[in-house]
């Protein structure tokens, strides 16, 4: 009989090692990323060769922070790579994400012989399902610049006003010339993971700082870096229609749809840790 018991509290003192501790140290709030050192700083670059040649290349370092890092050119996909090739003049924003979802960016302008420069492109951000966003483009190279947005028609005045989130394709004209300079920028909204996002999927999804049921079936949502992670997938299955088999909240109502909207904003603002 003491056999058994002495058996049966070792196998509860084993349980609570391997799975209560790891929930102990599950992290259920955001990096504090304002506490990161994460850094990155321009390796090499090399500027094309003219007019309109895309054989301009970049390529960056990053120290700090929790490593792998991935990069990103303007609002592109993140890559391992630090190298970013086939670049025609403009200015171009890197962004470096560590392990835990810090992120720093940096600007850096390729310029062109004899072609136009966009030093710096103001972002004024909008709100989620709003229009309140702006962009005000600087550039120099010609008396007779024209701007235009996406495919937009071209227009004299640098600035887009009553935008709304979103990523917008940049193309500064020289109207006496054949030479164009081009940027991206995203407009963000004001959704927020800590503020907005990890409360619904508190009350949603039966989430709490100290659950840890769904770490065992590799579906925990309890960490920012895990959200992220399913950030797309999150965004999909909300938008489902409820009698679809990967509906979620799986087993609940519907989410209300300011809910979904806010969730669908933050995923595309790029699920960031805010």
């Known amino acids: 009989m003491k056999t058994s018991l002495g058996l049966l509290l070792h196998v509860i003192t084993l349980w609570w090692v391997l799975f209560c501790q790891s929930c102990a140290s599950e992290d259920a709030q955001p990096a504090d990323c304002s506490q990161s050192d994460l850094q990155i700083v321009l390796a090499t670059q090399s500027h094309p060769t003219g007019c309109s040649a895309p054989d ?7 120290t700090g922070g929790n490593q792998p890092y991935q990069f990103k050119l303007d609002n ?14 403009g200015i171009f924003q890197v962004t470096i994400q560590d392990n835990t979802g810090c992120e720093k960016t940096l600007s850096i302008t390729l310029e062109s012989p004899g072609n136009i420069v966009i030093s710096s492109v103001q972002v004024v951000n909008s709100t989620c399902g709003g229009s309140s966003g702006s962009l005000t483009i600087t550039a120099s190279g010609s008396p007779a610049l024209s701007y235009r947005i996406n495919n937009g028609a071209f227009q004299t005045s640098n600035l887009f006003a009553n935008l709304g989130p979103g990523t917008y394709n940049i193309v500064v004209a020289d109207g006496g010339s054949a030479c164009t300079s081009s940027t991206s920028r995203m407009v963000l909204s004001d959704a927020s993971y800590l503020n907005g996002v990890r409360p619904i999927l508190v009350s949603g999804c039966g989430l709490s700082d100290n659950a840890c049921h769904s770490s065992a079936s590799g579906r925990d949502m309890n960490s920012y870096n895990s959200v992220r992670l399913r950030a797309g997938q999150i965004k999909n299955r909300i938008n489902l229609p409820v009698d679809n088999p990967s509906f979620m909240p799986r087993g609940g109502p519907k989410l209300p ?18």
């Open 257 to 274: 749809q300011a809910e979904i909207n806010l969730i669908n904003c933050w995923v595309d603002d790029g699920a960031p840790n805010n």
């Open 56 to 62: 301009g290349s970049i390529t960056v370092t990053g």
């Open 76 to 89: 592109g996909a993140f890559q391992s790579s630090p190298s970013f090739s086939n670049l025609s003049g």
